[in-house]
């Protein structure tokens, strides 16, 4: 049901980055739907989400999500919230104990975080808006309010969308390269003309390696190319289909 990253692996840490199988939906959600947003049965997405929190050794009710919309923003948490008050932002950070940050993703990046010695995790959801506007380094920040040292912080990259499967237009590239033009070497040649192949998983590497952090692991995972394990906006927008899953990855402090 869920991949772990060996980085992670961590005194009073746990995490997961949760595939689509293990869980009680059907048809197109089959199985571990964990999207609230989604039209999918809402009593099955709950189930879903329980066992993701199961996993992980947390509480149900202490497994929270946020109102993700590409942005930059970050909140620190220090309890959980219900659905209906979740913030919008698109990362979190806390150091409380037995509470599970999850984000969601059907091709974005999502980043899990952790300062084991300080006791400090995060968790962003980095889509390119979000990764281009600077979430992470704004997660990053959080973090080191809450006493984490930059250079003791992990971060591991889960499944998602990888350059072999993005394209991109001419908009899109010169968005990128007027802000700096050394990010040229994110896009590669695209079967169609003016068009461009962009490595989003690279590009949050690079802000992040740049951001100063000890360690950056990725996990090199494809969401499109992957059916069997994962959700894939972006195939799903090729298909026509009326609407997708969500996959959910999350991460705790556990113990004391």
Known sequence: MALQHAALDLPGIRHGFFTRQGGVSNGIYASLNGGSGSDDNQEHVRENRGRMA??????????????????PNVVTVTAPWSR???????????RERNLALAVATADCGPVLFA???????????????????????????????????????????????????????PEFKARFLEADAANERFFGP????????????????????????????????????????????????????PDYGRLLHAIALVGR
């Open 54 to 71: 199961d996993s992980l050794g947390v509480p149900r009710d202490r497994f929270i999500t946020c109102y993700q919309v590409h942005s």
């Open 84 to 94: 209906e008050h979740a913030p919008k932002v698109d990362a979190m950070v806390t």
């Open 115 to 169: 300062d084991a010695r300080a006791g400090v995790i995060g968790a962003a959801h980095a889509g390119w808006k979000g990764a281009f506007t600077g979430v992470l380094e704004t997660t990053l920040d959080a973090m080191v309010g809450l006493g984490a040292t930059r250079g003791d912080i992990v971060a591991v990259l889960g499944p998602m969308i990888s350059r072999s499967a993005y394209e991109v237009g």
């Open 190 to 241: 695209s079967p169609n003309a003016g068009h461009a192949m962009f490595d989003l998983p690279a590009y949050i590497g690079m802000r992040l390696t740049a951001a100063g952090i000890g360690r950056f692991e990725d996990m090199a995972l494809c969401t499109y190319q992957d059916e069997e394990r994962f959700f894939s906006y972006r195939r799903v927008t090729h298909r026509k289909e």
